[in-house]
């Protein structure tokens, strides 16, 4: 089967945030076309990770996409201070907030491009009335809060079917798997329709280490 272009965005989540730095440098060297940053807060998700000044350091140094999902609770509150921080895209959960469209918009006020996140028991449903504000959307292939989780084999039907309702939409919107992903299954979720691949464990915990999980990650795809 043909390959196709996919961006692979490793999560930082997974690095040793110690040495926070160096791991985006290493994900970089090995290729990563974008870094994806896991906010949380400890009440959307049983997680809190980090705030906006990680992602404002890193900025300084890096000019490669910023991806930055906001797992938290009311959003809207957070949007213009990730925007400054350095984000290109902010993608929110529509179970997070009650005006999901004014969020979206608020996003692109700032500048930015928009993503939604779609829990795993979240229909696709919810997004029927935003399309023209979203250029993301991420599929949920676990359920959110902790990094190595095992990808949710139902989550294959709803990546197929988000990847038909954006091609009927004639949208031009990124449809980007985070959960689960590995260089064993990266191949199938393209086939199913990805265009953007998350992988936090996949890559920081691959033997030889996150160098050797992007290359076998993109060798894969």
């Excluded at 705030?51 to 938290?72: C, K, N, Q, S, Y």
């Excluded at 990847?163 to 992903?181: H, Y």
């Excluded at 890559?203 to 990650?217: D, E, M, Q, S, T």
Aim: glycine share 8%; hydrophobic share 45%; proline share 5%.
């Amino acid at each position: 089967m043909t390959k196709r272009s996919v961006r692979i965005a490793p999560s930082l989540l997974s690095a040793d945030f110690g040495a926070f730095r160096q791991a985006a440098m290493d994900c970089i060297e090995a290729g990563a076309d974008a870094l994806h940053y896991d906010v949380m807060d400890g009440i959307f998700v049983p997680n809190i990770t980090f705030g906006t000044h990680p992602i404002a350091a890193l900025r300084r140094d890096f000019d490669v996409h910023f991806e930055v999902h906001l797992m938290i609770q009311s959003p809207e509150r957070y949007i213009e201070d990730f925007a400054r921080a350095g984000a290109d895209t902010i993608i929110i959960q529509p179970e997070s907030t009650v005006h999901l469209q004014r969020t979206l918009a608020l996003i692109k006020q700032n500048g930015k491009q928009s993503g939604v996140a779609l829990n795993p028991s979240t229909p696709l449903n919810v997004l029927e009335y935003v399309l023209d504000d979203i250029d993301h959307l991420l599929i949920m292939t676990v359920n959110p809060g902790f990094s190595g989780q095992k990808f949710i084999p139902a989550m294959r039907t709803k990546i197929a079917d988000a990847a038909r309702m954006i091609e009927s939409s004639d949208k031009d919107i990124v449809l980007e798997i985070d959960g689960g992903v590995t260089a064993d299954n990266a191949q199938e979720m393209i086939d199913l329709g990805a265009t953007a691949l998350v992988s936090g464990s996949g890559v920081f915990g691959y033997p030889g280490g996150v160098k050797c999980g992007i290359k076998a990650l993109l060798a894969a795809v």
